[in-house]
């Protein structure tokens, strides 16, 4: 008499999809954990270019009002409708050299950038 053993139908497909779907879960949870932080990364970028861009509008300004009176010092904010720029115009110790501190805020992103400004020779000369 000959006696088959019944071979386990099924095992092999279920710790397959077992495995897979495992697999698919930890995928998933990575991209999701990546995604988020791209997202945020992305946002501080954006917060601190637009506030950099803030403070150089200051430096503008401040260019702009030096031009129009070459003994101005002093400080102005500017307020735009999603955040500010600070400036501080103050003399050098060096004749004709002007001081300029700015600061850009944006998003609780504060940017700080100080400048020369040489008012000896036209056109001024902007250095750091």
Known sequence: ?????AKPKGNVSLTLVIVFTAVLISMGITLILT???YTFNSKVFNSNTVSKAKARSCIEDAISRIKANTSFTGSFTITFSDGNCTANVSNSPSPGIKNISVTGNYDSITYTETKKLDTNQLPFILSN
């Not at 008499?1 to 053993?5: Q, R, V």
């Open 35 to 37: 995604t988020v932080d």
């Open 1 to 5: 008499m000959i006696f088959f053993k």
